[in-house]
Nanobody, 120 residues
């Protein structure tokens, strides 16, 4: 499985961005796709995830109510709609996929990162 993330950029606080993660290869084997982020000097964290089959979602507390993860299986693409962005959302965002059940751990395939910068 290969993943291609896109959609990052520079936005003012309060603005919105939509990230995309396009999968190719053995996409039928994917159970879930997650969005992670890593800010300078901080550990990588899972911010949202979605099951490819059930549509079940997970959100970190820090993004609940602001971010929405969705999928389009016909396009093998997962999206992360980010609204009401804050400067603390600034990070490199990565998408990752896994074949096993569960949304929080066990991610095997990783895309390249896309930079999101939120100015105050």
């Amino acid at each position: 499985v290969q993943l291609q993330a896109s959609g990052g950029g520079l936005v003012q606080a309060g603005g919105s961005l939509r990230l995309s993660c396009a999968a190719s290869g053995r996409t039928f084997s994917i159970y879930a796709t997650g969005w992670f982020r890593q800010a300078p000097g901080k550990e990588r964290e899972l911010v949202a995830a979605i099951s490819r089959t059930t549509g079940t979602t997970f959100y970190a507390d820090s993004v609940k109510g602001r971010f929405t993860v969705s999928r389009d299986n016909t396009k093998n693409t997962v999206y992360l709609q980010m609204n009401s962005l804050k400067p603390e959302d600034t990070a490199i965002y990565y998408c990752a996929s896994k074949r096993t059940t569960g949304l929080r751990t066990g991610y095997e395939y990783w895309g390249q990162g896309t930079q999101v910068t939120v100015s105050s």
